[in-house]
């Protein structure tokens, strides 16, 4: 967890833009044109090698494959997407392309299907949760690079990610149930999982439902010294989905769907970095060797609990109709999110109380956010995705509403509250966020073989919010006052692509996005609103499919310019917004994958991205030249498969999976308590046997059981001194046995 009391919460190169494990085998329900992967990234169904921009799929099989449970267990296996983990599924900073979330919300936006989820507003503290579907029921995720603004809107500088559920079947029944048990090393505990899909054709060829539910327990893996306690960071996550299509008339369907998702957890998978005397005083930087272990390295020490809880209810309807002259798509979705964080702040707030009470204390940190989201989309697009002219015209708006209550506790050693002290501090930030828009895009190809198009989308958020604050030690004004703003923001796009090839591309992209802005908390001397963040994205890319679809190569170089960015200023521990100078990314994204005989494949992923500041940041925050936080300059990942029958209908497949990241700064490297994560590299490995029915695997994840870290932190106390680190490693070695079946 944050330790801090927040108010606001290059050149062509090659590259693979699936992820290996996507191009090796896709998933038989994915919808393929001749073997190729198709993705809507566009908000039309292309072939990805005709998509003139970079994307990695992972498919439903991948994510099987060794049992994936949360966006980190894939995240170093897509070129260019960093995941920095607080300790839980849920708790996550998501990063792409270098791109951090340098302020409270996010710089990636989310899309399930048709319709986005999370806020865009800075006070619901998008950029510190991630949405992390348990994946049973998805039939892809597409991640797009680069600013999506025009399509996709706000909060997508970075890039988006989109999770593609399965429809349902109008004509075939089908029936899937399975489950696993693994062990974590570290852990005295078993994990176990289990999961049932069916789909039924109501009526053959009209209407068709799908229904799915999966549980997964995962058990803790960390103690805490203070008082003995082991595995102090189990959680357990539950998806529930269930979905109608009606297939009214060939030209006209509607599709009802209900999402429901819980993510709860009985502490953090975090543990502690102890920092040596001469560097607990000042501001001396740590050393990365300086850092030693609190006990076995896996360990903590806390005297309040931890916990976690993230629930989310998510409605969707979606209608397409063919008017003969274009297609039609109306998209509405409602979405309910609800998060509880708490967590022990003794280190932090605690050494107040004695200079209060004139004796010891304890101090808890807890947080309750809740967002409400509507959104509709109606869109219009060419009816005969063959024709030479293409085009897509459509409009947004979205409603958000959220709550953001944080508290500061002071508390007895017994844990009961200290009177005329408790609480130490208050925070209610309710805040109304409103998004009207209209987009469109359009392209021409020419002779078959080059297309030139472009985007242009306005949109226009005015946002409403609420300080209410209190504090009975003074850490925060007295406060109940209103704050408001409004801005009109203009995004566009620009591309050219040349088909050297039926299933090979040249291409070059050119996209803008931004962040909304919004109004600022309200302190002396600090400006009423802050303003958006732009980002320009200039991209050279090739794609290609060859040896009769045998190997796949994809490349993508990139320049990132990123202006006004939007950043959490903190003074004495309260926080405020700013917006601040301008960094760049430039990088190379490079993989390939190739199957030379039916039996035998291997793919190659890997991302070069150095990012960095261009100006000097307020507040500390950062001076030109600094490396941009949570980004890695190298990752990559390897993946060889090998297949090969077993007798009768029975085939078996070893795969494995290297993967490496690049050390990676927690803060700007000339932060006061910036601290340098190391590289790490991991080995997964799976064996599988399955006929058309059946499949049981043994896999292994994190097979050296490498005690890599995905995120740092320095705690500091109220006063600005040094605590210790708070890390999160990568999931101790897990070895487990999966078993499906399918009907």
């Given at each position: 967890m944050n330790k801090a009391f927040f108010l606001t919460g290059s050149i062509v190169a090659l590259a693979v833009a699936t992820s290996?494990?996507?191009?090796?085998?896709?998933?038989?329900?994915?919808?393929?044109?001749?073997?190729?992967?198709?993705?809507?990234?566009?908000?039309?169904?292309?072939?990805?090698?005709?998509?003139?921009?970079?994307?990695?799929?992972?498919?439903?099989?991948?994510?099987?494959?060794?049992?994936?449970?949360?966006?980190?267990?894939?995240?170093?296996?897509?070129?260019?997407?960093?995941?920095?983990?607080?300790g839980t599924p849920g708790q996550a900073t998501v990063t792409l392309r270098g791109i951090a979330a340098l302020g409270a919300s996010t710089t990636v936006g989310t899309y399930i299907d048709e319709a986005p989820i999370g806020s865009s507003s800075i006070y619901a503290r998008s950029g510190q949760f991630?949405?992390?579907?348990?994946?049973?029921?998805?039939?892809?995720?597409?991640?797009?690079?680069?600013?999506?603004?025009?399509?996709?809107?706000?909060?997508?500088?970075?890039?988006?990610?989109?999770?593609?559920?399965?429809?349902?079947?109008?004509?075939?029944?089908?029936?899937?149930?399975?489950?696993?048990?693994?062990?974590?090393?570290?852990?005295?505990?078993?994990?176990?999982?289990?999961?049932?899909?069916?789909?039924?054709?109501?009526?053959?060829?009209?209407?068709?439902?799908?229904?799915?539910?999966s549980y997964r327990a995962t058990p803790g893996f960390v103690d805490n010294v203070s008082n003995g306690d082991r595995d102090i960071n189990d959680y357990s996550q539950q998806s529930a989905r269930v979905a109608a299509l009606w297939q009214a008339s060939p030209d006209f369907s509607l599709e009802f769907a209900g999402l429901w998702q819980k993510v709860k957890a009985d502490g953090y998978g975090e543990t502690r970095l102890l920092i040596p005397e001469p560097y607990l005083s000042g501001t001396a930087p740590i050393p990365p060797g300086a850092l030693q272990p609190l006990g076995d390295g896996r360990s903590t020490s806390v005297t309040l609990p931890s916990l976690f809880e993230n629930e989310l209810l998510y409605l969707t309807a979606t209608a397409k109709a063919d008017l003969g002259f274009a297609d039609f798509v109306s998209a509405t979705s409602y979405s309910d999110s609800r998060t509880y964080q708490y967590g022990d702040f003794t280190d932090v707030y605690g050494p107040l109380i004695p200079l209060l009470t004139g004796g010891p204390g304890l101090s808890a940190f807890y947080i309750t956010l809740d967002l409400q989201k509507f959104t509709q989309e109606f869109r219009f697009s060419t009816a005969d995705g063959g024709a030479p002219f293409q085009w897509l015209i459509g409009g947004f708006y979205t409603h958000e509403k959220s709550g953001n209550q944080q508290v500061v506790t002071a508390q007895n050693l017994d844990r009961s509250p200290i009177a005329g002290l408790d609480p130490l501090a208050t925070a209610g930030l309710p805040s109304t966020y409103d998004e009207y828009a209209v987009f469109g895009q359009a392209s021409y190809t020419f002779a078959d073989v080059f297309e030139i198009g472009g985007g242009l989308r306005w949109a226009r958020n005015e946002q409403d919010f609420r300080q209410i604050s209190d504090s009975a030690a003074g850490l925060v004004p007295t406060a109940d006052d209103p704050g408001s703003s409004s801005e009109e923001v203009v995004t566009w796009s620009g591309f050219a692509r040349y088909a050297i090839a039926p299933r090979a591309s040249l291409y070059a992209r050119v996209a803008t996005g931004y962040r909304p802005g919004g109004p600022n908390v309200i302190l002396p001397n600090i400006p009423t609103s802050v303003g958006s963040d732009r980002l320009t994205n200039y991209e050279l890319g090739v794609k290609a499919d060859i040896l009769d679809n045998r190997a796949s190569i994809e490349a993508s170089v990139f320049q990132m310019d990123w202006t006004d960015i939007q950043l959490s200023v903190s003074t004495g521990g309260v926080s405020h917004f700013d917006n601040a100078g301008s960094a760049r990314a430039r990088g190379v994204e490079i993989g390939a994958s190739i199957r030379p005989d039916d039996r035998f494949s291997v793919g190659l992923n890997a991302a070069y991205t150095h990012a960095k500041l261009l100006d000097d940041a307020p507040g500390g925050n950062g001076l030109a030249g600094d490396r941009l936080p949570a980004v890695p300059k190298f990752s990559a990942s390897i993946t060889p498969q090998y297949d090969f029958p077993l007798g009768g209908d029975w085939t078996g497949s070893i795969a494995t999976s290297m993967r490496f990241v690049g050390d990676r700064y927690s803060a700007t490297p000339s932060s006061a308590n910036a601290i340098k994560l190391p590289d790490y590299t991991a080995f997964d490995l799976s064996l599988r046997a399955s006929n058309e029915r059946w499949t049981a695997q043994i896999y292994v994840r994190n097979l050296t059981d490498n005690r890599g870290l995905l995120s740092g932190a320095v705690s500091t106390s109220a006063f600005g001194t040094r605590n210790y680190v708070t890390a999160v490693p990568i999931q101790p070695r897990t070895i487990g046995l999966a078993v499906d079946f399918k009907y």
């Open positions: 290996a494990q996507a191009q090796e085998g896709i998933d038989p329900t994915d919808r393929a044109v001749g073997g190729e992967i198709v993705v809507t990234a566009q908000k039309r169904e292309q072939r990805l090698t005709d998509v003139p921009s970079a994307i990695s799929v992972v498919g439903a099989e991948d994510l099987e494959q060794f049992q994936a449970a949360s966006l980190t267990d894939i995240a170093a296996k897509v070129p260019g997407l960093q995941v920095d983990s607080g991630a949405a992390d579907l348990l994946p049973y029921d998805l039939e892809r995720i597409e991640i797009l690079k680069g600013p999506q603004g025009t399509l996709y809107g706000a909060s997508s500088i970075g890039g988006l990610l989109k999770y593609v559920t399965r429809d349902p079947d109008l004509n075939r029944s089908e029936y899937r149930a399975g489950g696993d048990v693994f062990d974590i090393a570290s852990s005295g505990d078993l994990g176990y999982s289990g999961r049932v899909g069916v789909n039924l054709p109501v009526v053959e060829g009209k209407l068709a439902l799908r229904a799915s539910y």
